[in-house]
């Protein structure tokens, strides 16, 4: 054959034609493999007892009136939606038109958004007892015991305008003038808390979001945040608690943290975890009244002048000798007594003073006191209660601490669980009922989830 007639021939070719129309018929059970996550949320969803969100359905085929979706389908979805990051009332209605999972547990049905907006939000009552019914059903399978618990906060950023920002557009002026005076309700009620013309001064609020804080990241920046707490069992690292709070620390979140589980559980845990953010005087001393076993780790809250300059010895390095009553310098000088003053919660804080001549002639006084001209250097020594002093007894010795460093690895998980498998860092709702909400949600996600996970485990152990 000739080259000329080789190159004459004009291949054939299946071109996309995109404006023709289609139609073709869909197995909607078969979208989706039968292993499939969709399929195993909704199997378990389905065997929760979902009365209290069928009551709530206004119509009904006596009285008439437009079909309600299911709202087992609507706790599917958002479930599912949950656990592949998606937060979004108007994205997750965007799935359901073209993502065969959603496709499959709508039954090819469309849902529009503000259903799915509504629901979210709106359901407080219903989820909340949806949650206490799944701890419920975990602790009858021995996954929840309460026997530890670990509590944790995080900071997780509001839907909301930085006041340095520009002013967030709002749909409409009669929204945007009930935030401004929300807002400016919410910032009297806080500076009304707040003393000083430094509280003052960092107070924030949003228009967009008032009920936001400002509150510092781990970046080390501000940002309108609020404070997410969470719970944790530690026998599977289930959540048994969650709340979202304004108040930017957690000192006052341990005590409310324990009435939530005895009120969800009808129990109060045998032994609560929490990091130092929690572990003040006032919560040692109620912890043990309501006998619970508390591990935690408290700062060294001895303020001296000058300790929290750079370069400077801190409080840690003048040990208190209790049967001597006076404490002791890096260099081996004594501090003796220099009367006392209450600070904080009514703590008696006795002060302790090196003699001047002792610092004058110290080669170490750069390092200690070096603006200290007429005076020794002081350290303030809070008075311990006996309960306190038990504590640190307690914490002291090689049990607790092995217990207390188990909290990292089970409720910090939880908290990165949710920020990046589910990608909560930022809520998608505005008001602190509806960031309680949407933070509820993420935590029967999780629970949920992993009740799925171990079912599986379960049952292959079983085969095995």
């Known amino acids: 054959m000739s080259q000329e007639n080789t190159t004459s021939k004009q291949p054939l070719i299946r ?3 995109r404006q023709q129309m289609s139609w073709r ?5 078969k979208l989706i493999a039968e292993d499939h996550r969709a399929r195993a949320i909704w199997t378990l969803v389905g065997r929760l007892n979902l009365t209290a969100f069928y009551r709530a359905i206004e119509s009904s085929t006596e ?11 609507l706790i599917s979805l958002w479930v599912y939606a949950d656990s592949q990051g998606i937060g979004s009332a ?7 038109a073209y993502d065969p999972a959603f496709q499959w547990l709508t039954g090819w049905e469309e849902v529009n958004y503000h259903t799915l907006a509504d629901f979210r939000v709106e359901k407080q009552q219903e989820l909340d007892e949806l949650f206490t019914q799944v701890l419920a059903a975990l602790s009858q399978e021995g996954l929840i015991t309460l026997e530890q618990v670990m509590q944790d906060g995080t900071k997780i950023k509001a839907q909301a305008s930085s006041p340095k920002a520009k002013q967030a557009q709002v749909r409409a002026r009669r929204q945007q003038q009930e935030r401004l005076e929300s807002a400016l309700e919410e ?5 009304a808390r707040k003393s000083g013309e430094k509280a003052k001064k960092e107070t924030r609020v949003s228009t967009s979001d008032p009920h936001a804080r400002a509150m510092h990241q781990p970046d080390g920046g501000l940002a309108l945040s609020y404070n997410a707490q969470i719970s944790t069992d530690a026998t599977q690292g289930l959540i048994v608690g969650v709340a979202v709070t304004q108040e930017p620390n957690d000192s006052g979140q341990l005590l409310p943290a324990v009435d939530r589980l005895e009120q969800r559980l009808e129990k109060k845990p045998q032994q609560m975890v929490a990091d130092s953010g929690y572990t003040t005087r006032e919560n040692i001393e109620k912890m043990v009244g309501r006998e619970i076993d508390f591990l935690g780790t408290m700062r060294y809250e001895n303020v001296p002048r000058g300790a929290n300059l750079p370069n400077r010895f801190p409080p840690s390095a003048f040990p208190y000798l209790p049967e001597k009553d006076h404490c002791v310098c890096p260099q081996g000088k004594v501090l003796h007594p220099a009367g006392q003053r ?19 002639a110290c080669p ?18 809070p008075e311990e209660s006996p309960v306190v002093i038990a504590f640190r007894k307690k914490m002291a010795s090689e049990e607790a601490r092995k217990q207390y460093r188990r909290r990292g690895r089970i409720v910090e998980f939880c908290h990165a669980w949710i920020k ?35 079912s599986k485990l379960r049952t292959t152990t079983a085969i095995t």
Not at 25 to 29: Q, R, T
Not at 90 to 96: P, Q
Request: glycine share 6%.
């Open 15 to 17: 071109y996309v034609n």
């Open 25 to 29: 018929a869909v197995d909607v059970d």
């Open 63 to 73: 009285e008439g009136g437009r079909p309600a979706f299911d709202p087992r389908l």
């Open 90 to 96: 108007r994205e997750l209605a965007r799935r359901c």
């Open 187 to 191: 910032l009297q009620k806080w500076q």
């Open 342 to 360: 209450k600070r904080r919660a009514g703590v008696i804080y006795h002060l302790y003073e090196a003699r001047l001549e002792d610092c004058q």
């Open 364 to 381: 170490r006084k750069p390092e200690c006191c070096p603006d200290n001209q007429k005076r020794g250097r002081s350290v303030a020594h």
């Open 420 to 454: 990046s498998k589910l990608g909560l860092r930022q809520f998608h709702v505005r008001g602190l009922k509806n960031v309680q909400m949407e933070m509820l949600w993420a935590c029967l996600t999780y629970n949920l989830q992993h009740w799925i996970r171990l």
